[in-house]
T-cell receptor, first 113, second 109 residues
């Protein structure tokens, strides 16, 4: 069966510090991968998605970046965090041909202080 | 205008009540429709797909009206465990899913 892992579960970082969040998927190959952010009390905001290794589409211009160094690994990074980067970061995957059924990881709750 | 709009609620209903949520979408090219459920401080999970003919899964009924571009979710005999945020989701082509902001439901004993 397929599983998706995200870590860490919670993170407290000072303003201006770097960020690296990792997401890995097991049990499937060539998934579509997504990064979302959900600010407190707000809806899901799609940040990046990837349909293959090295292929990244950015939905919202900001100080975040994403990379996909391996088929089932998706990394979200920032060189310098802002207070506004606080939120609940969710990684998700879908398999080709089943893009409606999207599976989310458990998320990382990031607080920038 | 947002692509997917939902009444944010909250809907506060007693146990056993029937509650309905509506969602409207703006892009007539939308092809697929879903309801996701998100518990407090958890990740969203697929609740059910919405088919043109309407579909039912236990106490949950989903309906689609393409002419009016709205989707509905009906929950019968509400349980305390139904308390969550319900997200309306649409897809067109191979583009990423578009999520509504969600409708919060609280079922009260």
């Amino acid at each position: 069966s397929q599983t998706i892992h995200q870590w860490p579960a919670t993170l407290v970082q000072p303003v201006g510090s770097p960020l690296s969040l990792e997401c890995t998927v097991e049990g499937t190959s060539n998934p579509n991968l997504y990064w979302y952010r959900q600010a407190a009390g707000r809806g899901l905001q799609l940040l990046f998605y990837s349909v293959g290794i090295g292929q990244i589409s950015s939905e919202v211009p900001q100080n975040l970046s994403a990379s996909r160094p391996q088929d089932r690994q998706f990394i979200l990074s920032s060189k310098k965090l802002l207070l506004s980067d606080s939120g609940f970061y969710l990684c998700a995957w879908t398999s080709l041909g089943q893009v409606g059924e999207q599976y989310f990881g458990p998320g990382t709750r990031l607080t920038v202080t | 205008r947002k692509e997917v709009e939902q009444d944010p609620g909250p809907f506060n209903v007693p146990e056993g009540a029937t509650v309905a949520f509506n969602c409207t979408y703006s892009n007539s090219a939308s092809q697929s429709f879903f309801w996701y459920r998100q518990d407090c401080r958890k990740e969203p999970k697929l609740l059910m797909s919405v088919y043109s003919s309407g579909n039912e899964d236990g106490r949950f009924t989903a309906q689609l009206n393409r002419a009016s571009q709205y989707i509905s979710l009906l929950i019968r005999d509400s349980k305390l465990s139904d308390s969550a945020t319900y997200l309306c989701v649409v897809r067109r082509g191979n583009t990423p899913l578009v999520f509504g902001k969600g409708t919060r439901l609280s079922v009260i004993a």
